[in-house]
């Protein structure tokens, strides 16, 4: 889970392949977007976590801080916030819904399974790391009846809209909404 220099040529492979000029890079059981996302978390939950308790506590943090921190700390603290937001729907929607495999949503998400093709495809290092060990019989199961996957894709479209809608919202506020 923690980021390799494997992650950093994988990250210039992609650029590379998303421009058309290179092979798309062979991924193993975390991508470096996953562990980009996992990670990205305790960064904003520490900025969002200390600003906001400043800003909730303000007659103590005051106490051993100039008042004008306060100042600091509520543009901070929306300022994570909004990037959170933007970065969710925008970096992380692209990676989870928008790749043409995966339009309208990755379903794993909800169902924590995946066809053996899905997975020869997206992650072909885990993929041969589980042939190798012979572990790869021991993880197949059924696959989910039509109506459930039709019923997840209903959802996806819905989440997507919802997602599109908040994009467009951050734009309107950082554009129109600051005076």
Same mark, same amino acid.
């Given at each position: 889970?923690?980021?390799?220099?494997?992650?950093? !040529?994988?990250?210039?492979? !992609?650029?590379?392949?998303?421009?058309?000029?290179?092979?798309?890079?062979?991924?193993?059981?975390?991508?470096?977007?996953?562990?980009?996302?996992?990670?990205?978390? %305790?960064?904003?939950?520490?900025?969002?976590?200390?600003?906001?308790?400043? /800003?909730?506590?303000?007659?103590?943090?005051?106490?051993?801080?100039?008042?004008?921190?306060?100042?600091?700390?509520?543009?901070?603290?929306?300022?994570?916030?909004?990037?959170?937001?933007? %970065?969710? %729907?925008?970096?992380?929607?692209?990676?989870?819904?928008?790749?043409?495999?995966? %339009?309208?949503?990755?379903?794993?998400?909800?169902?924590?399974?995946?066809?053996?093709?899905?997975?020869?495809?997206?992650?072909?290092?885990?993929?041969?790391?589980?042939?190798?060990?012979?572990? /790869?019989?021991?993880? /197949?199961?059924?696959?989910?009846?039509?109506?459930?996957?039709?019923?997840?894709?209903?959802?996806?479209?819905?989440?997507?809209? /919802?997602?599109?809608?908040?994009?467009?919202?951050?734009?309107?506020?950082?554009?129109?909404?600051?005076?």
């Amino acid at each position: 889970m923690l980021p390799t220099r494997k992650d950093f !040529s994988d990250f210039y492979g !992609s650029i590379k392949w998303f421009l058309g000029i290179g092979e798309r890079p062979a991924f193993g059981r975390w991508t470096y977007w996953e562990k980009f996302d996992y990670f990205a978390v %305790f960064w904003g939950i520490a900025v969002i976590g200390a600003t906001g308790l400043t /800003l909730w506590f303000p007659e103590f943090f005051t106490r051993f801080m100039p008042g004008s921190f306060l100042n600091i700390a509520t543009i901070i603290h929306s300022d994570e916030a909004l990037l959170a937001t933007g %970065f969710i %729907f925008t970096v992380h929607f692209f990676n989870t819904h928008l790749r043409p495999e995966k %339009f309208p949503m990755d379903i794993v998400v909800f169902t924590g399974r995946m066809s053996v093709e899905e997975l020869r495809q997206d992650k072909p290092m885990e993929y041969e790391a589980l042939v190798q060990s012979g572990e /790869l019989e021991k993880n /197949l199961v059924e696959p989910y009846p039509a109506v459930v996957v039709k019923t997840i894709r209903f959802f996806a479209w819905g989440a997507l809209a /919802l997602g599109f809608g908040m994009v467009i919202w951050i734009v309107y506020a950082m554009l129109f909404a600051y005076r």
